[in-house]
Every structure is written in C-alpha cells, then in structure tokens.
C-alpha cells in the first residue's frame, strides 16, 4: 500500500493552530508528547479539516486511484463514520461501522466504492468512543504503484542566513531518513552569500553562487538538477517553513500523477494569523490577486468551499510563489528571467505550459509581506509588473493598461506621502523603458541597490519610543470619518488649501501598513513595524507630491510613444534570455 497522506498533529514552530489539525467534542483531549487523542465514552474527533481531509477531487482527477483505504490506529471501540462531503449537493456516508483498535495492529477500511457518489469534494472521518480509549494516527492509501518514480531535487536559495538554511537542511534530512523513497530526493543548496558552513552529506549537494538574487539562485538550482538527471525540482525557502507532510504529499501526488505537467503550488499562510489563508495560488492580471485570501481555515465549511473553488480553477494567468513550487523539468522551457527577486516566480509560472494543483496540507507560513516592503521592494515589483506584460503574449493588455500598472503604484504612495518610495517607482519605470538590456546588464542589482540606498534618507525603519506616538486611526466618531472623506476627495491635502490645520497625526501598524482607509485624513503617517519597536514618519509635502505626479504624466505619455517597440524588444528577447542556455553561459566559470 502507498500512502497519500497522514493524519497530521500540530507542530510546535510550525502551526499549533489545533482546529487546522482536527475538530474535538466531549472531553475528548490531545496528549501532545505523543500525538495521541484520548477519549472517554461520548467523545467524538473529526478529521474535517485543513491538514487531514483528503481532497479527493483533486486525487481522483490528477492521480491514478485503482482504489482508496482508510488506515487507523488507536485503542478502544469506536464509531467510524467517513463522509463524503460533494460540493452544492447532500454529503455522502461512505462508511458506518463499529471498529476495535488495538495498538498491536492498524484497521484499514475500505472506500474505493466513494467514485459511485461523486469524483468531487473532499472525504473526511470521524471517530466516536464507545469506552475509554485513544486515537493515534492514520493514513489514507491506496494498492495503486506508480508507473515511475520522481527524482525531486529540493532546491534552496539562501543569502546570509546561515543558521536558517542549516536547520532548514537538517530538518529535511531528518524527514528522508525516514522517507520510503529517500533515494529519489537530494537536496540543493545554492549559497548566494557563500557564508554557509553544511556538513558533509549524501543527500545534499553544497553550491556556492554569485549573488544575483533569488531568480539567479534558483535558476542555478535549476541548472544542477538538471545536469545530475532530476526529473522534478521543488523550489523553496531558506527557511522551509513549511511541514514535512507537504514534502510527502508533494511526492506521491506527483508519483501517481497522469499527466506528466502536473505541478504543486504551495499555500501561503502569515505567520501572525495561521488559521487564516493568506494565498492559495494567485492570479496576476496588472496585479496580483491572492485567491481565497482571509479565508478561516477553522470553518470546515469555508475550507471546503475553497477546495471546490480550486478544483476547477484552470486559469491561464495562475501562478505559484516560490516559497513552496514543485514542478517537471521537461516542461521548464523557460528558465527564471533575472529580474534579481521580486516576480520571477510569476513569469515562470505563466510562461511555462504546466498544470498547477493547488493541495490542502501543502504550505509554508511566511512573515507579513507587508512589513518587507520598502522602497526598494516598490521598485523591484514595478519593474516585474511591467516587464510581464511586455515580454509575455498571453499578458496583453495594451500600453495604457500597463501605465495605469505605475500610476497606481505611485497614488498608492503619494496618498501616504512616501515620496522616496516614489522616486523609486519613477527609476523603475526609466528602467523598464530602458529596454531588456537593462535586466541583463544589472541582473546583480548592486549599482541599482547602491543608487535607491542613496535616495532613501527618511522611509527606512529606526529605533522609536511607540508610547510617544499619536493614536491610530481608527475610531468611527462622525469627525472622523469626515474628515477621512474630505481626505480622500482632497487627494490627503494634495489639492486642499489650510489642510494641515485640521488633518492629523496618525500612526500605522505593521498590519495596516497597505491599508490605504487609514491614512485619509492624516497630515502626518508614522508607520511601525510587527513588534513597535521601530518605524518611521512621513509628513505631507504639496509640492513635492505633485511634481512627482506631474513627472509620471510624462512618463505615461513617453511609455505610450515607445510601447510598441519596447513590446517587441521584450517579446523578442524573452525566449533568449529565460533560457536555460543564457543561465548556462552566466554560469559557466562556476
């Protein structure tokens, strides 16, 4: 029997978000030094959730299933329920039965029968002591063998964090030694900073590498797996913040896998609320539009909604982050774009003709994006918005539209008078007009870092007494929100005379930082980060403001004039430079 994926508990430095794991009624108690669920006569557990429903919609319609069981373990007498929950109709009962568990031996039940139902929505059990008893783990598998089995190279981009990537790497390690097909998986490490000291292992190759940003580390990693014969390759994080049990399910979804394009994107989930998704896969249309964003993942009734949503998403312009991208080398005819970091996993997805499955379970959990941004960021993404839309065909969406990409990128800032990071933005927009010989002639950004260095002297992060700050702004008084109107019409006191007399001082968290609503009505932002200890002032300035503004008209219509032969350059070019050729000859010293 070959598993699809096990019952999962919480993790501590993971997720201890309990109800992703399971639903517990009664007195019925997790016992966590050995992941056991004890139970007393009533009690029930049910595995409806995140981490432990199987998918079965996206098993049936992506893998090869001759059959499917359930695999138990525990002790006592239980009522088993399984169900099959089918999306917009009535739930079916897949199984009712009266079961023994001994902890000397597993029960495995039977489900194959589930397709004569539906082939959609998801399949989940429950468990109800009859005496006094435990749960202490199962499986859902299947008697199907893969036709081939996958070589997945794990390849990790990593720039000075040493001690990260190395527990990164002792914790995947520690997950193959126990790992059935631990033979097909290596693990690449390509050190950008070339600062990390990895001991010696079988199972890892150490790179040493150029910094040229996450798009050069993971086309290296690319590179290397594809040199020693690797047949999938899973990019992620230094970090690796994600569960071990991703890495399983990733491997068997793709060893079952009918079609060889079949590629796994992970979810993303903010470290400061894990119970909340914050993208499950993305489509990128002028902006990226994180699916199922806020979704709570403790409402098994959300949860579903959103596997039935992805199950049929077949979208042109999906794609996967890189913290978590497991797809098929024969498939990558493009290669990463040196866009240094920021949107080269987006090009990459769109680019390339793979089938990307969205799986429940299969995730990292990543800091707020929004307390990484910077003025820096707000360049690096422009650059990628616009150059997507020049150089991919399917992204075609005219010169105006793509102007309307920058412009919005500018209101966004002007508004919270972070007048640097506009600047940026503007240096941004001269690069991309600049051609792709630009990309090509700083794809290891240092004079790009240097100069954007150089222009940023207010909108950085430093030490700062939070108990002196002003409120935030967040009360609902009638003043209040008048103000914020006035604000907002008024362009926050851009086009306003006397505004500074009657606007206010508000302060921003880390949280709210992209929340435009609360910087209505303010002459003053002050901006925090996660944890209050540091941040940074921005105080309206009308002139400043609209000089910037009235620069990006020009540029609107300059970008206008120039666009159909910049498509073409970035059209033509594209092909040339994502390939895997290009990234051949950067490397061929090394």
Request: glycine fraction near 6%; charge should be neutral; aromatic fraction near 14%.
């Amino acid at each position: 029997m070959i598993t699809l994926q096990h019952i999962v508990f919480p993790e501590q430095n993971i997720c201890t978000e309990q109800d992703l794991y399971f639903h517990l009624n009664g007195l019925a108690a997790l016992r966590g030094a050995d992941n056991t669920i004890h139970m007393r006569t009533g009690d029930m557990v049910l595995f409806d959730t995140y981490f432990n429903a199987l998918s079965i919609g996206k098993w049936h319609s992506n893998c090869r299933l001759d059959d499917l069981w359930l695999n138990i373990r525990g002790k006592g007498r239980f009522e088993l329920l399984v169900w099959h929950a089918i999306p917009d109709r009535s739930w079916e009962k897949i199984c009712a039965d009266i079961i023994e568990l001994s902890p000397d031996s597993s029960t495995r039940v039977d489900l194959s029968h589930y397709a004569e139902n539906a082939t959609t929505g998801v399949i989940f059990f429950e468990l109800r002591a009859l005496s006094r008893g435990y749960f202490s783990g199962g499986e859902f598998q299947t008697s199907t063998q893969p036709e081939t089995l996958p070589k997945l190279a794990v390849s990790i981009t990593t720039f000075k964090r040493e001690e990260a990537v190395i527990n990164t790497a002792k914790r995947l390690q520690n997950f193959l030694q126990g790992f059935e097909f631990k033979g097909n998986i290596h693990i690449f490490m390509v050190d950008n900073g070339q600062s990390v000291e990895v001991p010696k292992a079988d199972n890892l190759t150490y790179i040493p590498n150029d910094n040229l940003g996450g798009a050069g580390g993971f086309a290296r990693g690319l590179q290397e797996a594809e040199k020693a014969g690797y047949s999938h390759v899973l990019f992620t994080d230094d970090d690796a913040s994600f569960p071990m049990e991703s890495l399983y399910r990733t491997y068997v979804f793709l060893a079952l896998a009918k079609d060889s394009h079949v590629t796994i994107a992970g979810a993303m989930i903010n470290n400061t609320t894990k119970w909340a998704m914050w993208e499950n896969g993305a489509i990128f249309d002028r902006k990226c539009m994180p699916l199922s964003s806020g979704t709570d993942l403790r409402d098994r009734n959300a949860f579903f909604e959103m596997e039935a949503k992805s199950s049929t998403l077949d979208h042109p312009k999906l794609y996967g982050g890189w913290w978590y991208f497991a797809f098929p080398v024969q498939h990558a005819k493009y290669h990463p774009y040196p866009f240094f970091v920021r949107g080269d996993d987006v090009s990459f997805s769109i680019a390339n003709d793979f089938k990307i499955v969205l799986l429940n379970g299969i995730l990292s959990f990543q800091d707020d994006f929004t307390e990484k941004e910077s003025p820096m960021t707000w360049y690096l993404d422009l650059r990628s918005h616009m150059a997507h839309h020049l150089s991919l065909e399917s992204m075609e969406v005219g010169a105006h539209q793509v102007s309307k990409i920058a412009i919005w990128f500018l209101l966004r800032n002007f508004v919270r008078f972070q007048y640097e990071t506009m600047e940026t933005i503007l240096l941004g927009w001269e690069d991309v007009m600049r051609g792709p010989q630009f990309f090509l002639d700083n794809k290891d950004m240092a004079e790009r870092r240097a100069t954007i260095k150089s222009m940023v002297k207010n909108e950085v992060f430093q030490p700062i007494d939070a108990s002196q700050l002003p409120p935030e702004n967040t009360a609902g008084s009638i003043r209040l929100k008048l103000r914020r109107l006035i604000g907002a019409f008024g362009l926050n006191g851009h086009i306003l005379p006397f505004y500074k007399i009657w606007a206010k001082h508000f302060t921003v968290p880390a949280k709210e930082r992209g929340n435009l609503y609360l910087a209505w009505g303010a002459k003053r932002l002050t901006y925090l980060t996660g944890d209050r200890s540091k941040g940074y002032t921005t105080e309206l300035d009308r002139m400043r403001g609209l000089k910037l503004m009235a620069r990006a008209l020009r540029y609107y219509f300059k970008f206008r004039k120039a666009y159909p032969e910049l498509r073409k350059q970035y059209r033509d070019s594209y092909p040339e430079i994502a390939s895997k050729a290009y990234w051949q000859d950067v490397y061929k010293d090394s």
